[in-house]
Structure formats: C-alpha cells, structure tokens
C-alpha cells in the first residue's frame, strides 16, 4: 500500500518535471577542461568554513534562493554598495545573509588555480549544493555557466516572498521565476536548516487577526515557547528561533513539523491549509527519499532562473570589473 502510493506520487512528480522547459543553456561539464579542480576547491573551502561555524550552510543555502529571485542567479548578491548605489546586500533583510567571506575565499583560490574562468554566479550555486549535501541532504549535478551580472539595487529585495504571504501569493512570485507549485513546496524545504529572528515571525504571537490573537493555525504550547524566545523587552539582537528541530541536519522533519503545526513562518504553516500544496507537505513529511530527489530537482530548477549566457566573469565578487 504504502509503495504504490510512493510509486503514484513517484509519477505525478515525473510528470510535473517533464512539463517543464528548461531554458537555460547551461552544462554539467562546463568546466572540466577550463577548471578541472573548481568544484573541488569550492567544496573544501566550504567543509572548512562549516568547520568553523555551524551557521554557514544555511546561510549559503539562503544567499542562493536570494541571489536567484532578486535578478536572476548572477551573483548580484554578492557586489558591495557603492558611493552612488545601495547594493542588494545591504538591503533591508539584511538580517541574516551573511557569509559572504566563504564565497570571496573560494573565488579567491579559483582565481590563482584557473584566473577569470568561474562565475561568482556559479561559485554560488556550486556551494548551495554542497551545503546541502554536508548537512546530510542530497547530491545533484549543479549546471554551470552562468555569468557574473553587473546590476545590484538595495530596493529589488521587496521583491523576495514574505514571511506573511497566503499560497496563492507564494505561487505567484516562484511562478514569476518559472518556478511551479511543486518547486515552490519542495524548496521551502530549505528551511530544514537554519534560524529566524523573532521579527519574521512575531505577528503571529499577538494581534494576528480580529479574531484571533495568536495565529490558529499555529500549534499552542509552540506558540508559547516562541513567545518565550521573544521577550517584548529586554531581548538580544539574535533572539529568534531555529527553524526545524534538526536545524543543522537536512532532513524532511520541516515537513513533519508543519504536519503539527509548528511551522515557524506563516508561510511554511500555510502550506498544510491549501489543497494545492497540503498533499505536497505530506508526501514529503512520510518520505524523505522523495523530499531528495525533488529537492536535487528544485534546486536545478532555481538555478536556472534568469542566467546570463553573456557577460563578465566577476575577477573580485564584491566589485564588476
Ligand atoms: C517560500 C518563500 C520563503 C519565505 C517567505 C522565506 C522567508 C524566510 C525568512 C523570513 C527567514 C528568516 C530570516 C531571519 O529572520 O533571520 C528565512 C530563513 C531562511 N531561509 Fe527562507 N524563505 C522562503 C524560501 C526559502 C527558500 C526557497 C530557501 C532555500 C532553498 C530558503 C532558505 C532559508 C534558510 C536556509 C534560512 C535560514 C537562514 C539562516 O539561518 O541564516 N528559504 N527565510
Ligand atoms: C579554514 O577556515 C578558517 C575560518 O574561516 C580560516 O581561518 C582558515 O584559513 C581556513 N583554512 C583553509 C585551509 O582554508
Ligand atoms: C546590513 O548589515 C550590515 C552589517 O551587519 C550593516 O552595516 C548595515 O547597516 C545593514 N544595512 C541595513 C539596511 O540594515
Ligand atoms: C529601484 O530603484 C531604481 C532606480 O534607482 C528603479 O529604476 C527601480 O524601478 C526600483 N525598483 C523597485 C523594485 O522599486
Ligand atoms: C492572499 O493575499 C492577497 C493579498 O493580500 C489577497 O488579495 C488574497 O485574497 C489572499 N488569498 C487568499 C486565498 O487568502
């Protein structure tokens, strides 16, 4: 029983991904005779940083998803406000995108092992997956060749969901990065990994709505440990809460935690309330080998939002050349 409904959810996902064009003309092989020992030195520059401190990988994780939404995946993230322009990193949820140093390292080696060869784009999308992989999640070949893009505003990251939003307005933005439902479930996912600060979360402890003080759909005793974490008064800057139970694993307990009501954002919770994403919860939260595998898939998906075939290979991540 369980295995053929494994097998039917196995088809609708393979049918889902097969729909889906695929437009940019990247390549899994991109540089294996430019720069044979890329990914290799990124990976070691990751596992090193991640060795150091434990925050990396969720960080890395989120600069992607960030990166690739705002203007498309060009490391636009990365370049540095300058006297005539706020840049995007210092933006207003500027709160917890740090770890720039980790992809400035990696692209500090590359450019004495292979000068102005690898993308900044790509140095960004080849860690986010090694992150993943080191916290236990998933392997997938990351597509490579994108270019470095030259344009970074402070003002596009409204652009980015919100916390707050409905299920139809979720669809909406990953839609506008051709992105579909199933990618938009599979890659909320990323919050297996991770911490909020309480101001991401906090209309839903008190005056949620009319009728409600706290957000209903939100288990109780949770709710009351988060307000717990987030004291009106007297609390530190990094007060908040981590995302899932095994916040530095990556597993598919995000899923099982939104199943009880425990999903930290409104718009993790409301992924069980809405017919077009709750059997997309559930599938995930009773199968992790499912979570992987559309997860590997997502993340390819997300990768391949906005690239740029033409253009520069930032030399330094932080300026354009
Ligand atoms: C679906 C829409 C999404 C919304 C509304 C959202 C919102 C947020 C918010 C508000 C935070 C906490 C920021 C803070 O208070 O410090 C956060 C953290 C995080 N997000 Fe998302 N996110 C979304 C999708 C994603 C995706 C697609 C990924 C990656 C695949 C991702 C990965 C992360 C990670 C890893 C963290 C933890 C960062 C850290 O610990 O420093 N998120 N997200
Ligand atoms: C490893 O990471 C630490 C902390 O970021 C850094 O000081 C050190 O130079 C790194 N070592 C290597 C070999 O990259
Ligand atoms: C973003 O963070 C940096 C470093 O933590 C800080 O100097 C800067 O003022 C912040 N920018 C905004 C808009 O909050
Ligand atoms: C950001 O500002 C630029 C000009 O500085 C403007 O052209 C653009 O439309 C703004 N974008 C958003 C999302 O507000
Ligand atoms: C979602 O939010 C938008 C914007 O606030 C609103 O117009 C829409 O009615 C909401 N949709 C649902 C299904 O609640």
């Known amino acids: 029983m369980a295995s053929s409904k494994g097998l039917i959810f196995a088809i609708i996902f ?16 991109y540089y294996d005779r430019s720069c044979p020992a890329a990914e290799k030195i990124i990976l070691e520059t990751v596992r090193n940083a991640t060795l150091y401190d434990p925050k990396v990988p969720a960080r890395l994780l989120r600069m992607f998803f960030h990166d690739c939404f705002i203007r498309g995946c060009d490391a636009s993230i990365l370049l540095d406000s300058t006297r005539s322009n706020q840049a995007e990193k210092d933006g207003p949820p500027n709160i917890s995108v740090r770890s720039f140093y980790v992809i400035e390292d990696a692209k500090t080696k590359l450019e004495k092992a292979c000068p102005r060869t690898v993308s900044c784009a790509d140095v960004i999308a080849i860690a986010a997956r090694d992150v993943v992989t080191l916290s236990g999640g998933p392997y997938w070949s990351v597509l490579k060749g994108r270019k470095d893009g030259t344009i970074s505003r402070a003002n596009e990251t409204v652009n980015l969901p919100a916390p707050t939003f409905n299920v139809s307005q979720l669809i909406q933005s ?40 706290i957000d209903p759909s ?15 008064s007297n609390r530190g800057k990094n007060a908040g809460m981590v995302l899932d139970s095994t916040n530095s694993v990556f597993d598919n307990d995000y899923y099982k935690q939104i199943l009880s009501g425990k999903g930290v954002f409104g718009s993790d919770q409301v992924l069980l309330g809405d017919s077009r994403t709750k059997w997309i919860v559930e599938t995930f939260a009773h199968n992790q080998k499912a ?19 033409s253009g520069q290979v930032r030399v330094n991540t932080r300026f354009i050349n």
């Open 14 to 29: 393979a049918v889902l991904t097969i729909v889906k064009p695929s437009e940019a003309a990247l390549d899994a092989h």
């Open 174 to 213: 990953f839609a506008a990065r051709g992105l579909s439902v199933k990618d938009m479930v599979t890659l909320s996912g990323g919050h297996t990994l991770g911490f909020s600060h309480c101001s991401s979360f906090e209309s839903r402890l008190q005056s949620f709505s009319k009728f409600h003080d």
């Open 218 to 232: 939100m288990n109780f005793a949770f709710a009351q440990s988060l307000k717990k974490k987030c004291p009106r």
């Open 291 to 309: 979570f992987f595998r559309e997860f590997a898939v997502s993340m390819v998906n997300l990768g391949n939002f906005g690239v740029k075939e």
